[in-house]
């Protein structure tokens, strides 16, 4: 017999920040004016139960394991964690841009200058920005000159560890979860991940959840005497989106914008 539930959407809040112009200039000689301040929210359903099961028999666990956590439980954390920055990476490619730049293979680093000029135009805030590289895209940024001389870089990391780091106003990383010749330049509002761990069951032997960092995962441990194993499953119900921003910011009545983040793509 099959059990079927209805379930709630899930409503996550979350910081989005408003898209407000840096304020440079101000004039201290007229009277203030007041306005209206606007919470807004971005809805993520929690449709996807990532989970990562094995079962680890008498002799296994006898004469093979000599660390559980080393040899099971973190290679299992490690693959819930990739299934949920393929998710991540989904929702990247999957978004509509209003702004795609061609990456200029000579310079790399104007097409950053580029990208920061579009999220600028948008009013997206100038901290808390970063740059995700696919592996073609990463080895052009590597080999620039810009990266290549100390002081044009900042850092010597390029150089010495092959990470990019800091350039041109965003922090960049480097992910094999989107395609070799593509990139995402964005605000930390750009995307939600949403992750929340299950209850653990009243049936269950041994059973955890935790959620630390904006993180969280279940760990259920049991033993299955017909089989004589071990069994352990860790998961967690994870949800991701965009932030599309109206003219005056998230606003269902008007026509939303993908603005804080700018794709850049290789000819």
Do not use: C
Not at 108 to 125: F, G, H, I, S, Y
Not at 232 to 257: C, E, L, Q
């Amino acid at each position: 017999m099959a059990h079927t539930f209805l379930k709630p959407t899930v409503i996550v809040r979350t910081a989005l920040g408003l898209l407000l112009r840096e304020i440079v200039l101000r004039d201290r000689a007229n009277q203030i004016v007041t306005d209206d301040l606007t919470e807004t929210k971005v809805d993520v359903s929690l449709d996807t139960h990532v989970y990562h099961a094995v079962a680890v028999t008498d002799e296994e666990l006898t004469l093979d394991i000599a660390d559980f956590g080393a040899q099971v439980l973190t290679p299992q954390v490690r693959a819930v964690a990739e299934d949920i920055e393929d998710q991540v990476a989904a929702e990247m490619t999957a978004a509509t841009y209003p702004t795609t730049l061609t990456l200029d293979t000579a310079k790399p680093e104007d097409t950053l200058v580029d990208a920061r000029a579009a999220l600028n135009k948008a009013n997206v805030p100038h901290g808390d920005r970063f740059a995700v590289l696919g592996a073609d895209m990463e080895s052009v940024f590597l080999k620039s000159e810009a990266l290549k001389r100390v002081d044009a870089s900042g850092s010597d990391s390029a150089l010495r560890q092959a990470e990019i780091g800091p350039l041109r106003g965003f922090t960049i990383f480097s992910s094999n979860a989107i395609p070799a010749n593509q990139g995402y330049a964005f605000h930390r509002t750009g995307y939600v991940l949403s992750l929340r761990a299950p209850r653990v069951p009243d049936g269950a032997t041994f059973g955890r959840s935790e959620s630390h960092a904006a993180m969280a995962m279940r760990w259920l441990r049991d033993y299955d005497a017909a089989y004589l194993r071990d069994r352990s499953v860790v998961s967690v119900f994870t949800g991701t989106n965009i932030v599309a921003d109206g003219p005056d910011g998230p606003d269902p009545g008007t026509a939303p914008d993908f603005v804080r983040a700018v794709k850049l793509v290789m000819a």
